[in-house]
């Protein structure tokens, strides 16, 4: 036990395991809650607890939300015709942060893998097709990663929906996704949805 107590010392030794956070600005954002009580302390309490008893995925697209399904796709205005297939949630967000694509999404969660035993159910991509045409969708951008799993899981579905009228594009080469858009500024995400290509 450091100088602040066993659940002091428990909270600091939790946030230090924190994505981007490590011991020294663990303590840092400790002290300043405790300082913050009121402010701030409480209200994060209150939010952490309801976040953990009601985020869930998006029944429809596989968003990480509060409710059974997100604003997104609760969002008439965003029924565009498009659909934008992610690996990741972290991929959705930072699209959303570029403000760039206002169709709606899916989230696969993972790739398919040979090796590791995913296939297309545990990807939900026979749901994803069914989706696609009953929702009549036009386009469905493929914004998945560079690696081979990416590049099979692009090419199943692509094969899926041929002889179909749904045109398949994918973003601009070069673009790191799979998790790892969330590191690009916004213009690059923007940039990349625009000159998109048909695969
Ligand atoms: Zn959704």
Redesign the pocket.
């Known amino acids: 036990m450091e100088g602040g107590g066993d659940d002091i010392q428990a909270l600091i030794t939790l946030m230090a395991r924190l994505p981007g956070l490590g011991p020294r600005s663990a303590r840092r954002i400790v002290l300043s809650l405790i300082r913050r009580r009121d402010t701030q302390m409480v209200q994060l309490a209150q939010l952490l607890d309801r976040v953990a008893v009601n985020s869930r995925e998006?029944?429809?697209?596989?968003?990480v939300?509060d409710r059974d399904?997100?604003?997104?796709?609760?969002d008439p205005a965003r029924a565009t015709g498009e659909i934008c297939v992610v690996e990741d949630v972290a991929d959705l967000w930072a699209l959303e942060r570029g403000r760039a694509f206002r169709g709606?999404?899916h989230?696969l969660g993972g790739t398919l893998s040979a090796l590791d035993e995913i296939g297309p159910e545990d990807l939900g991509i026979p749901r994803l097709i069914s989706r696609i045409h009953e929702d009549g969708v036009t386009e469905v951008i493929l914004a998945l990663n560079a690696t081979v799993d990416g590049q099979t899981t692009a090419h199943y579905i692509a094969d899926a929906l041929e002889g179909s009228e749904v045109a398949v594009t994918g973003l601009a080469q070069g673009v790191p996704i799979g998790g790892e858009l969330d590191y690009l500024d916004d213009g690059t995400i923007s940039a990349a949805l625009r000159a998109r290509r048909r695969l």
């Open positions: 998006c029944l429809s697209c596989g968003n939300t399904i997100c604003p997104i796709c609760a709606r999404y989230v």
